[in-house]
């Protein structure tokens, strides 16, 4: 659930025993636990985390909010951020840094 399940070279690895081990005592020795997805909620819970302590917080939206936006839509948008209209416009959603692989 942390990213800790990969430690060690087996599950029954000394690394992954402890990287078990701490991570149950953070799930179970703070006041909440926050969670980006709803899959990640799901697994927060059956590690024995209770319900009302897993607050959903996506670091992205829900993709449904931009299924009506029409074309007139985005070109008010575009307008409003100085956006050229004859551009594709890419967006990155993540960690930008040298660990990866991104240029300062």
């Known amino acids: 659930m942390l990213g ?7 599950k029954g690895g000394k690394v992954a025993k402890l990287a ?13 636990v ?3 997805s709803r899959s990640m909620m799901n697994k927060a819970q059956e590690k024995g985390v ?3 302590k897993v607050i959903f917080f996506p670091n992205w939206s829900e993709v449904a909010r931009f299924r ?12 409003q951020l100085r ?8 967006l990155y959603s993540g960690n930008i840094g040298e660990s990866r692989g991104w240029k300062a």
């Open 20 to 32: 078990s081990a701490f991570e149950r005592s953070g799930l179970h020795n703070v006041d909440y």
């Open 83 to 90: 956006l050229p209209e004859d551009q594709k416009i890419i």
């Open 4 to 10: 800790l399940g990969m430690a060690g070279k087996s």
């Open 50 to 52: 209770p319900a009302e």
């Open 68 to 79: 009506d936006v029409t074309e007139q839509d985005a070109h008010v948008l575009r307008a």
């Open 34 to 36: 926050s969670t980006i």
